[in-house]
């Protein structure tokens, strides 16, 4: 019989907002601005081409400006079901827009940082809360590192919080880098639609400390990494204000035991 060698992935990053925090010998505001869409609303293709814009501005200026891309299923009845979306995502937009005192469900919703609950239409109002929070030094910053276990398809994300772990909780969002469909039903029918920084998963833990592990079981059986991003943030869990976020691009090392 051959002996089954294990392999482990080992999962490194390089982050250049640690280095420029140390140096500065301050805390680097980070921006996470959410966008909350479906396939099956004919304004959402707009809102990926404004999240594409906002991902730009923030590379030219060097900011810590960030876009992820939550598909909702509000819309899986109107002829076509969004390949992407995920009743999760719909109680996330629910219980974030009731925080900013928002009572109405719409497509594209725009959070930024965890304010907003605005229409993705509303480049102003966006641009003044992205603006606003790069202005400000944040009270925290988010140190993250991972590992791999291929038998088990887990990934272990170890963090590191610097700042107050008080009333806050953590997340780990898996997000797929490019996406596309092009849908046979609904608003947005025979149209090619191009996603970018999907979620395809989210895990959390309420029992955030100095320093932690959180597990996060893969959706998928087979996994190409170089088609994944790692969005780490934390959030107050009463106003779910956004105080650090952090992104984590693989670099594997293989090692065997």
């Known amino acids: 019989m051959i002996k089954k060698i294990a392999s482990v992935l080992i999962i490194s990053f390089t982050f250049s ?3 420029k925090a140390q140096q500065l010998n301050r805390f680097v505001p980070t921006v996470l601005v959410e966008f909350y869409t479906s396939e099956g609303c004919s304004s ?5 081409a404004f999240a594409m814009q906002i991902r730009a501005i923030a590379d030219s200026s060097k900011l810590q400006v960030h876009t992820i891309d939550y598909h909702v299923d509000l819309w899986n009845q109107s002829g076509w079901i969004d390949p992407f979306s995920d009743s999760l995502y719909t109680k996330r937009q629910e219980m974030m827009a009731l925080a900013n005192n928002q009572r109405a469900m719409f497509t594209p919703m725009v959070f930024v940082n965890g304010k907003g609950a605005l229409p993705a239409g509303a480049k102003n109002e966006v641009g003044k809360l992205i603006e606003n929070f790069t202005r400000k030094p944040a009270a925290h910053y988010l140190l993250m590192s991972a590992s791999w276990s291929p038998e088990s398809k887990t990934m272990l994300f170890n963090y590191e919080l610097n700042g107050k772990p008080d009333s806050l ?11 596309t469909s092009i849908p046979d039903a609904g608003e ?3 149209i090619k639609l191009s996603h970018h920084n999907v979620v395809r998963k989210i895990v959390s833990s309420d029992n955030v400390k100095a320093k932690g592990t959180v597990a996060m079981l893969f959706p998928v059986p087979n996994v190409d ?7 780490g943030f934390i959030q107050h869990k009463n106003s779910k204000q956004i105080f650090a976020c952090q992104v984590m691009e693989f670099n594997q090392r293989q090692e065997t035991k």
């Open 169 to 179: 909780d953590i997340y780990f969002v898996l997000v797929q880098k490019e996406a």
């Open 44 to 48: 959402c293709p707009q809102a990926d």
């Open 188 to 190: 947005n029918k025979g």
């Open 17 to 19: 907002l640690v280095t």
């Open 225 to 231: 990494f170089d088609r994944y991003t790692v969005f």
